[in-house]
């Protein structure tokens, strides 16, 4: 868990499925992540439509982040909780096995803007071996190309954009810096021939 202070947890914890907006636009909008109810809520039915009503034992609703752990800490702790987290659709066993298939053609981004960030979040909620496992290696495999786009002199023009626009928050510092990089060794290059 980051800290309280660090912007890409408060961001991982408050991010949706937008695409392309500013961080400062998604401070204010929340992650949803599915929850279980385990218990009978009195009054707290207008999270599942039902404005007045109660919210009952099963019923499985989509509820922010930040406040699905707050409300699934007792199970963590071993003691009945109110609700029972659930893995976001950006994990979702569709997404995983997109992932085994090629990493490279999933666009991370419409999943989530902090995929990584928000794939670490979970693991620190749930055992997964497998979303480690995945994460891991589609993290190797899609830096191994995004170093491929950054050295190219040219970016992320031509056949590389579509790929470069699905990059999550992580992968797009990654490629920033590699192709600063990459730049300033040429750069260098360029002065030491001049020598």
């Not at 992968?171 to 730049?183: G, M, V, Y």
Request: with cysteine.
């Amino acid at each position: 868990m980051g800290s309280y202070y660090d912007i890409d947890s408060i961001l991982t914890d408050a991010q949706v499925h937008t695409g392309n907006i500013p961080w400062r636009a998604i401070v204010n909008i929340e992650q949803k992540v599915p929850c279980t109810f385990e218990l009978d809520v009195p009054d707290l039915g207008y999270l599942d439509g039902n404005a007045g009503g109660d919210l009952k034992q099963g019923t499985r609703v989509d509820v922010p982040l930040w406040l699905g752990v707050m409300l699934a800490i007792g199970y963590q702790l071993g003691t009945p909780s109110l609700v029972r987290l659930d893995l976001p659709n950006a994990l979702s066993q569709r997404v995983l096995n997109a992932l085994k298939a090629d990493p490279r053609t999933v666009d991370l981004r419409s999943q989530a803007s902090h995929f990584y960030s928000l794939g670490a979040r979970m693991l620190e909620l749930f055992e997964e071996e497998e979303i480690a496992d995945v994460l891991i290696e589609t993290f190797k495999i899609r830096a191994a190309e995004i170093a491929d786009h950054a050295h190219n002199p040219r970016g992320a023009l031509g056949e590389g954009a579509d790929f470069l626009r699905g990059l999550d928050e992580t992968e797009r510092q990654l490629f920033r810096s590699a192709h600063e990089s990459a730049k300033l060794m040429r750069s260098w290059m360029g002065d030491m021939k001049k020598k």
